[in-house]
């Protein structure tokens, strides 16, 4: 079967799994509702990666049962009126011109919680997802984040791993989390370094440690069905499994009772069933194993999608819906302070790092990071990264020729007063010296920041506010709800990046109060100005006065 073959057959195969859920849902949604949308109010919440289509216009509709849309989904709608949406189960919804229509296999609360968004959000963090206190690791927010993704795909390997580490430090960029992505390992399941590709592997992590780094390795809940570890797995029932021969009639799937195979990105294996303490306990502790044994730091826990988690498959605990399948996987990481998420449900307030989506080498996602890492926020999920620099589409950078160096500025410029900054392909090897000189100043500029960037996390873990915010949560109903391209990092800085190609000035959008540039010069507000951003430049205004 070539790629294209079996890209089709993966699409297809997660339509019917979706499409399958999408009828379970709908052969059990019990509760509905109409929510009458107020004069000037507007709304956001449910599907991270739907960030950039909010606040919500007339036709949008997302029923998060059983879909993720690759990034994190909160059964949680806010509104610029301060009003809560919410239910402790996935629910559908669907917006027009006046109306907000909800359909729920639980109660949905309508819940008037105050007068603007941060009213509205606060509430809903207070109640529903409360912090816990504690933070993931510190070190992801202190330092840029280095993904071994890109330059090395699925030829992860000891020599080029370390090749990669020193040169971020001979390039003048600081260490920090080092994350060795799929394939290191044996097979899928099979958590221990591949022997051929990593003869020593705890000397590796040894001389990791010793240049500055902490160490991540790329896990997942799938097991090759071709290995022993699968048998052995099988044999004490820790996978979701197919129904038996009565619900095998309706769905074709066999053999019946036997360990389903999920077709995923990397082809098909069998899933661990988390709703079975003994799966999570066997899990953890192949996790616990590589931390005591090589040293590793912590773990980027990816592919918890709800797709793969149809609910016509049977698990230990009956009827475990998609999405508590996803969080049952997300629990995890709390056991584990350096962690990295993708795919989530219901985990707000908790010490996780969330990742945006993989988003392509194009100007076009660029232009989604800020919408979608200010929804992130909304939804409790405030200890965010906005994927990799540049994009984390592989395929994008397969041919130099395509690169786009003025791309990888401009991003690197859009992390750097992030929650966290996600190196993956080198800018030492694509970029030109004008280039990596403009990028290593972004990484200069986030240095200067991170004791704020700090503090503002550790507020967060105390409030369950988000460390950046849309302009509509730091300025309610002042005009700001459709301003998606900067944001306020906390409410004393104002950070509008370039996010288009070739330009060197944008227009900035200044609430009430004076606003102090990196030169120096101060602009009142309220105003809207037309600000100039070299290649080098990213714009940011520190507040002065209210």
Avoid at 403 to 409: N, P
Avoid at 448 to 458: D, R, S
Wanted: net charge negative; charged share 25%.
């Amino acid at each position: 079967m070539n790629q294209k073959q079996s890209q089709k057959l993966y699409r297809t195969t997660i339509l019917c799994l979706v499409l399958l859920s999408f009828f379970s849902f709908s052969a059990q949604a019990q509760n509905s509702k109409e929510v009458k949308i107020l004069k000037n109010e507007s709304w956001w919440g449910g599907a991270v990666s739907d960030g950039h289509r909010m606040p919500f216009s007339s036709g949008y509709s997302f029923n998060m049962y059983g879909i993720n849309k690759y990034n994190q989904v909160q059964p949680l709608l806010v509104s610029s009126k301060g009003r809560v949406i919410w239910s402790e189960e996935p629910f559908k919804f669907s917006v027009s011109e006046d109306i907000i229509e909800l359909d729920a296999r639980r109660d949905i609360k309508v819940i008037n919680a105050g007068k603007n968004l941060k009213e509205a959000y606060k509430y809903a963090s207070e109640n529903f997802f409360p912090s816990t206190g504690e933070l993931p690791d510190e070190l992801l927010f202190k330092a840029p984040q280095y993904n071994t993704w890109i330059e090395l795909m699925y030829n992860q390997n000891q020599e080029d791993i370390l090749e990669y580490a020193r040169a971020i430090i001979d390039n003048g960029l600081p260490p920090g989390v080092l994350m060795i992505d799929d394939n290191w390992q044996e097979d899928y399941g099979k958590w221990n370094f591949h022997e051929g590709r990593f003869p020593n592997p705890k000397a590796m992590i040894d001389e990791l440690h010793d240049l500055g780094f902490k160490v991540m390795l790329w896990v997942c809940p799938f097991v090759s069905p071709d290995s022993d570890v699968y048998r052995d797995l099988a044999k004490k029932e820790l996978f979701l499994t197919n129904p038996g021969k009565e619900k095998n009639t309706e769905t074709r799937l066999l053999p019946p009772n036997e360990p389903a195979m999920i077709y995923w990105w990397n082809g098909v294996s069998a899933l661990l069933d988390f709703s079975n303490p003994a799966a999570k306990k066997w899990f953890k502790g192949e996790l616990e194993y590589l931390q005591e044994n090589y040293g590793v730091d912590g773990f980027k826990l990816d592919a918890g999608d709800f797709n793969f988690y149809p609910d016509v498959l049977v698990s230990h605990k009956p009827n475990t819906s998609p999405n508590e399948h996803a969080k049952l996987f997300g629990e995890i990481g709390l056991d584990f302070p350096l962690n990295e998420y993708r795919a989530m449900w219901k985990m707000g307030g908790q010490p996780l790092a969330q990742r945006l989506s993989d988003k392509g080498h194009r100007w076009g996602d660029l232009s989604t990071l800020i919408p979608n890492i200010t929804v992130q926020g909304l939804m409790g999920y405030a200890y965010s990264a906005p994927d990799m620099i540049g994009g984390g589409e592989f395929s994008s950078f397969l041919n130099a020729e395509t690169i786009d160096q003025e791309l990888i500025v401009r991003s690197a410029q859009v992390h750097a007063l992030m929650p966290m900054m996600q190196f993956s392909v080198a800018p030492w090897r694509i970029l030109d010296k004008e280039h990596l000189q403009a990028v290593q100043e972004s990484v200069a500029l986030r240095k200067e920041f991170t004791p704020y960037i700090m503090q503002l996390a550790k507020e967060s873990s105390k409030t369950g506010e988000p460390i950046v915010r849309t302009m509509e949560y730091s300025f309610p109903n002042k005009g700001f709800e459709l301003v998606k391209d900067q944001f306020m990092l906390g409410d004393e800085v104002l950070v509008a990046p370039v996010l288009e190609k070739e330009k060197r000035e944008r227009i900035v959008h200044f609430p009430k109060g004076k606003w102090e540039d990196s030169s120096g010069k101060i602009i009142k507000g309220p105003t809207k100005k037309v600000v100039q951003a070299d290649l080098d430049e990213l714009p940011y205004f520190e507040r002065l006065t209210k």
